[in-house]
């Protein structure tokens, strides 16, 4: 006969047993969204074509997991791949742009989404990420292909040539090149060392082509300036050759002037010095008797012509 405990104990394992097979089935064979208890949102994004992506792929949000690929369905156009992203990822823009990608060279693919801005409205259950907005790699066939189509193209005999040509300008010049390649190493260093100056020198300059792109209309106009200037001088060709001409015989009469005035000249300057001083202390003065001076001579030249 089965006793109280053993059947409590039967109980409480069947229990566990159901609880721990709830939990896997939710958690790892997906059973959760048949009783709407899923913990993820679905995306359909549809591509031209797979690109490598499969069932179970990864889905990343700026480099974050977020869920996994479902189901890969064919459609008219392509694919459609249902991303699950997890409902306690970060909420993802809507504007965004859906990558397949791969891990390495020869790693498994994976689809990434890199958002377009960081503003609402965000991907929602059901939401769709149109081919336009999605890109996968080129099909390694293609590569391949490319790549043969390119060494195909290459005349053999040509290539052969330019080998030797190499081959004869390179011998016997081991040492020159070994220098070539130690002063390329000391230039990167240097510049290496020089980065922050470089950097700096970068943002001024930005800050100097700023300018000039704010100043566009006044060297615009300053360029229509001396375009126009330009103009009238090749207009006036003539006549400044005629000034050219004249200016050596006009440049020694005005020296032989000058010659001749030495040295009164410089004393008439002298006093003139002296008088522009005296006229500058009496300037209210000056600008008095000129402002009252035509008003003074109007009126004696009407008294004169009344009294005739």
Not at 13 to 32: C, E, K, N, Q, T
Request: charge should be negative; aromatic fraction near 4%.
């Amino acid at each position: 006969m089965i006793t109280l405990a053993v059947r409590l104990k039967n109980v409480a394992f069947l229990l566990i047993a159901v609880l721990a097979l709830s939990y896997l089935g939710i958690r790892y064979a997906d059973l959760g969204r048949y009783v709407g208890v899923a913990d993820y949102y679905t995306v359909d994004v549809q591509l031209p074509r797979t690109g490598g992506l499969f069932t179970h792929s990864d889905v990343t949000y700026r480099g974050v997991s977020v869920g996994r690929v479902g189901p890969i369905g064919l459609t008219a156009e392509g694919v459609v791949a249902e991303l699950r992203i997890k409902k306690s990822a970060p909420r993802i823009p809507a504007d965004t742009k859906a990558v397949v990608a791969g891990l390495s060279a020869v790693g498994e693919q994976y689809i990434d989404l890199r958002p377009e801005s960081d503003g609402s409205p965000y991907l929602t259950d059901g939401a769709r990420i149109e081919q336009a907005d999605t890109q996968v790699p080129a099909p390694v066939t293609d590569v391949l292909s490319s790549v043969d189509d390119l060494v195909g193209s290459v005349p053999l005999e040509d290539l052969r040539t330019v080998v030797d040509e190499f081959g004869k300008a390179f011998d016997g010049h081991g040492d020159d090149l070994q220098a070539l390649i130690d002063s390329g190493g000391d230039f990167v260093e240097a510049a290496d060392r020089a980065l922050p100056s470089t950097t700096l020198l970068i943002n001024d300059g930005e800050t100097v082509l700023r300018t000039q792109a704010q100043e566009a209309k006044a060297i615009r106009d300053f360029a229509t300036g001396a375009e126009e200037l330009a103009r009238a001088l090749k207009g006036s060709d003539a006549d400044l050759r005629r000034l050219l001409a004249v200016t050596p015989e006009a440049a020694t009469q005005v020296s032989g002037l000058l010659r001749d005035l030495d040295p009164s000249l410089g004393v008439v300057l002298a006093n003139l010095l002296t008088t522009s001083e005296v006229a500058v202390t009496r300037q209210r003065g000056i600008e008095e008797l000129l402002v009252k001076y035509p008003a003074a001579v109007s009126a004696g030249a009407t008294a004169v012509d009344g009294g005739s």
